[in-house]
């Protein structure tokens, strides 16, 4: 799943799927889902921006990654580290960037299979 977010009036891909667990973890040594009940819990202390921008910079490379060489969205080299990237963005508003991002997360996590259990319940003798 893909979306654009803009952030200092850039339209920036980000995207989500399977593997940005696995991604997240190799870029920070942390767990994902451990972190999103830490961001969920709405107290931005420090620890929790520096996931929250862990996330961002994470979902930012997957979808830099996904764009075509031609697109000019794409960034040719893209920074190898959250810290190189943050420091190519002016503000990264967590109020206007987290939710789409949570959003964008959300959206890749649904199920898209409908259930193959028979839900009919059999005639009553």
Same mark, same amino acid.
């Given at each position: 799943? $893909?979306?654009?977010? #803009?952030?200092?009036?850039?339209?920036?891909?980000?995207?989500?799927?399977? +593997?940005?667990?696995?991604? /997240? =973890?190799?870029?920070?040594? =942390?767990?994902?889902? *451990?972190? @999103? +009940?830490? @961001?969920?819990?709405?107290? /931005?202390?420090? $620890? &929790? %921006?520096?996931?929250?921008?862990? %996330?961002?910079?994470?979902?930012?490379?997957?979808?830099?990654?996904?764009?075509?060489?031609?697109?000019? =969205?794409?960034?040719?080299?893209?920074?190898?580290?959250?810290? $190189?990237?943050?420091?190519?963005?002016? &503000? %990264?508003?967590? /109020?206007? &960037? @987290?939710?789409?991002?949570? %959003?964008?997360?959300?959206?890749?996590?649904?199920? *898209? &299979?409908?259930?193959?259990?028979?839900? #009919? =319940?059999?005639?009553?003798?």
């Amino acid at each position: 799943m $893909e979306r654009i977010i #803009v952030i200092d009036g850039i339209g920036r891909n980000f995207k989500s799927s399977g +593997a940005t667990p696995r991604i /997240y =973890r190799g870029i920070c040594g =942390r767990d994902l889902l *451990t972190d @999103l +009940a830490k @961001l969920e819990e709405g107290n /931005y202390t420090p $620890e &929790v %921006l520096e996931i929250y921008e862990d %996330l961002a910079y994470t979902m930012a490379k997957q979808g830099n990654d996904a764009l075509p060489e031609d697109d000019e =969205r794409k960034i040719a080299t893209f920074p190898s580290s959250p810290d $190189e990237w943050l420091d190519t963005i002016e &503000v %990264l508003d967590i /109020y206007d &960037v @987290l939710p789409q991002i949570a %959003l964008l997360w959300r959206e890749s996590n649904k199920t *898209t &299979v409908e259930s193959k259990k028979n839900n #009919v =319940r059999p005639p009553e003798n």
